[in-house]
């Protein structure tokens, strides 16, 4: 079966710009988290979501980064006005329920210019 | 908050020897354990995991950890690395009743044919 999918894999954009990262859990997976991850470092977590309510928000560094699951399946991390500090790997991960696996998607790259 | 150390940083191993791979972390209540793997070129890949029972366990391709929980470790092991090993390994963890993983920083394992 399909795993997480995540896209774009690779974004490049300049200082001050808008972007959207898109994260398609694993089908039937009721959770959904967003972790990022620096070079040299492991993911930290950003968000958590269970259905379509953000659960845990408490790693989104500021108000500058928003993520939303409308119907409980795709999620979309939005950062406005991005900066050179916001360069990283922005990591999907989904599990069927709470307290269970998290499985990662490939993963997408930031580069902020 | 917790916390998760892996003291070794980067492990260089030839073909056939054991590995042992440390995993530290800092939280007094119950937790879940993890250990996942990123090879080259891929997206992180659960090798194994604790939530209870047996201390010991098993994973894929021959890796085992063990929690002991007086130590507050649980160390992967392995006790014939091959060259398709090479990875980098990261331990992560919550607290039961909590999504939110903590990562330790990842140990890159480079295996010499």
């Known amino acids: 079966g399909a795993g997480v999918s995540q896209t774009p894999s690779n974004k490049v954009t300049e200082k001050g710009k808008y972007v959207e990262l898109r994260c398609d859990p694993i089908?039937?997976?009721?959770?959904l988290y967003w972790y990022r991850q620096s070079l040299g470092q492991g993911p930290e977590f950003l968000i958590y979501?269970?259905?379509?309510?953000?659960?845990?928000d408490s790693g989104l560094p500021n108000d500058r980064f928003f993520a939303v699951r409308p119907e409980g399946s795709v999620s979309t991390l939005k950062i406005q006005r991005t900066e050179r500090g916001d360069s990283a790997m922005y990591l999907c991960a989904s599990s069927l329920s709470t307290q269970e696996t998290q499985y990662f998607g490939p993963g997408t790259r930031l580069l902020v210019l | 908050a917790q916390s998760v150390s892996q003291h070794n940083h980067h492990v260089i191993l030839s073909e056939a020897a054991s590995l042992e791979l440390g995993c530290n972390y800092s939280?007094?209540?119950?937790?879940?354990l993890f250990w996942y793997v990123q090879y080259p070129g891929q997206h992180l890949q659960l090798l194994l995991k604790y939530f209870s029972g047996d201390p010991l366990v098993k994973g894929i391709k021959g890796f085992e950890a063990e929690f002991i929980k007086s130590k507050f470790s649980f160390n992967l092991r392995k006790p014939s690395v091959q060259w398709s090993d090479t990875a980098e390994y990261f331990c992560a963890v919550n607290p039961y009743g909590n999504e939110k993983l903590t990562f330790g920083t990842g140990t890159r394992l480079t295996i010499i044919p």
């Open positions: 979501f269970q259905g379509t309510g953000a659960a845990d």
């Open positions: 089908s039937g997976h009721t959770a």
């Open positions: 939280y007094g209540g119950t937790v879940n």
